[in-house]
């Protein structure tokens, strides 16, 4: 009897599994269907078109790795798209980090009040996109700013800004950094979760206030700055928005200084409508964050430290 019953309870647990699975596809079909319809056909769609020659009105053309040569050697303004958008996440990357870091520190006190502060230097981060490039083109006026009428009560002579193509990507830069809320949050509530114990340990054994932070509050926020590098640098070379409002009529700034990558793809899709050779654009820009993507996490084992004592 008992090798009749245990055929059946596999029967009856091999249903429910099915029934399981049946229910957890169906929870999670809106991303799948989303993942399909809105990430995976249109990146296959615009891989295919990234060999064609496609101007919304005719037929794709095929024309292999046309689009990638006159990329490559002819497009002098793609370099200069490059330049302009590695510069951007060289500086923006770090420095908004380690702004972001010292702020947390700066905030992560208890003293009366710290709430206020904390939600003023967090507010930055919810306001709209737009409205704060509004803000900035007036904070940054070469005659009229605040910034610069800041900079001329200490005797600096302030540059003009947007309109200096040496100042353009600084500009943008120092208006990111004002912005480093979101991810002040972040090493705040991570801050806030390293114990106590080891800062007294440290200062019972005679460490200061900056060897503790050297050798404790970096090593123990390292999976939170490891993931801010990683989400930042992926951001920062997609910056479009803020160069697009903050120039005259989308002219990418005095020569060319603010064309970023995307800026210069939306040109050529939308302006010039050479869609194939914009597709070609958004791939390389794709192969460039996944190699850089790929590097930050092989990388990562040698200086991210986890809980566990593991970095793998």
Request: net charge positive; glycine share 8%; charged share 10%.
């Amino acid at each position: 009897m008992a090798s009749k019953v245990k055929p059946r309870k596999k029967k009856e647990w091999s249903k429910k599994r099915k029934k399981d699975a049946m229910w957890g596809l169906f929870f999670v079909s809106p991303f799948i269907i989303g993942f399909l319809v809105f990430m995976l056909g249109p990146m296959l769609f615009s891989f295919y078109g990234s060999f064609t020659n496609y101007n919304l009105t005719s037929h794709m053309e095929f024309i292999g790795f046309g689009n990638f040569i006159r990329m490559f050697t002819r497009d002098e303004l793609f370099w200069t798209s490059l330049y302009n958008t590695a510069y951007y996440v060289l500086f923006n990357v770090p420095l908004t980090a380690v702004g972001s870091v010292l702020l947390a520190v700066l905030l992560n006190r208890r003293i009366r009040g710290i709430s206020i502060f904390r939600t003023i230097f967090y507010f930055p981060a919810i306001l709209s996109g737009v409205a704060v490039y509004v803000l900035w083109m007036q904070l940054l006026s070469p005659s009229s700013g605040l910034v610069n009428s800041l900079l001329a009560l200490i005797g600096i002579d302030g540059p003009a800004w947007l309109f200096d193509p040496n100042w353009t990507k600084p500009a943008l830069i120092l208006m990111r950094l004002w912005s480093v809320g979101g991810s002040m949050l972040l090493y705040l509530a991570t801050l806030q979760n390293i114990p106590t114990q080891l800062y007294e340990s440290a200062e019972i054994d005679g460490a200061n206030a900056f060897q503790r932070f050297r050798n404790i509050t970096i090593p123990m926020i390292t999976p939170i700055i490891f993931y801010d590098i990683v989400t930042s640098t992926i951001g920062a070379f997609q910056i479009f928005q803020e160069a697009y409002v903050m120039t005259e009529s989308g002219t990418a700034g005095p020569a060319n200084s603010l064309l970023f990558y995307n800026f210069h793809m939306w040109n050529k899709a939308f302006v010039a409508f050479d869609m194939g050779y914009a597709m070609a654009m958004s791939m390389v820009l794709f192969v460039i964050v996944l190699v850089l993507t790929f590097i930050n996490l092989k990388l990562a084992p040698r200086w991210v430290h986890y809980g566990g004592g593991s970095n793998e």
